[in-house]
Antibody, heavy 122, light 108 residues
Framework: QVQVVQSGAEVKTPGSSVQVSCKIS????????ISWVRQVPGQGLEWMGG????????NYAQKFQDRVTIIADKSTRTANMKLSGLKSEDTAMYFC???????????????WGQGTMVTVSS | SYVLTQSPSVSVAPGETARISCNGN??????VHWYQQKPGQAPVLVVY???VRPSGIPERLSGSNYGDTATLIISRVEAGDEADYFC???????????FGGGTKLTVL
């Protein structure tokens, strides 16, 4: 059974950066995709981007591609998401999701982390 | 870019059938996945590949996908089914994962 554990809550000031980490255990790390999905309070799910560790390939949503960096460390089975240029509108819950792939395409996400709350405030 | 549209809310009485729709241009040509999210919790995958249930998901939940509409069907609705439900696809044109806006299921 795959387990996904994320780092703890963060409070940041506008203009700064935040890094959220996600540790995977219980299954093969390389042959899946790791997606980062955020949820502004009271709103829906929004995919930010992801990485397929076995290929080292990243995909980013157009909305975030100038501000987000996703990396994976196969040795520690950890994926990290860094979001820069933070604004108050980035205050949200950030989820890491471990998902199946079909070649280079992402499919569904059976395993999710508990979420990391990031608050951006001056 | 590709867009998934869901009705904001659906209300049903206990024991009845809830149908939650997800509309997109020719969505029937894509694989659709559904998540249930309860307040304060992470999403849970309840149907994948249009109509496959993960282990542990009750048979009361099923899915269909044809034409421009994918549907999550919850039979014999229970109070515990009250949650937000999101549809999801992978957009091969934009190489991005897309979610519908979500539907809040209220059990009357």
């Amino acid at each position: 059974q795959v387990q996904v554990v994320q780092s703890g809550a963060e409070v940041k000031t506008p203009g700064s950066s935040v890094q959220v980490s996600c540790k995977i255990s219980g299954d093969t790390f390389n042959t899946y995709a790791i997606s980062w999905v955020r949820q502004v309070p009271g709103q829906g799910l929004e995919w930010m981007g992801g990485i397929i560790p076995v290929y080292g390939v990243t995909n980013y949503a157009q909305k975030f591609q100038d501000r987000v960096t996703i990396i994976a460390d196969k040795s520690t089975r950890t994926a990290n998401m860094k979001l820069s240029g933070l604004k108050s509108e980035d205050t949200a819950m950030y989820f890491c999701a471990h998902g199946e792939i079909n070649g280079y395409d992402y499919t569904w996400c059976p395993y999710w982390g508990q979420g990391t709350m990031v608050t951006v405030s001056s | 870019s590709y867009v998934l549209t869901q009705s904001p809310s659906v209300s049903v009485a206990p024991g009845e059938t809830a149908r939650i729709s997800c509309n997109g241009n020719n969505i029937g040509s894509k694989s659709v996945h559904w998540y249930q999210q309860k307040p304060g919790q992470a999403p849970v995958l309840v149907v994948y590949d249009d109509n496959v249930r993960p282990s542990g998901i009750p048979e009361r939940l099923s899915g269909s996908n044809y034409g421009d509409t994918a549907t999550l069907i919850i039979s014999r609705v229970e109070a515990g089914d009250e949650a937000d439900y999101f549809c999801q696809v992978w957009d091969t044109t934009g190489d991005c994962m897309l979610f519908g806006g979500g539907t809040k299921l209220t059990v009357l």
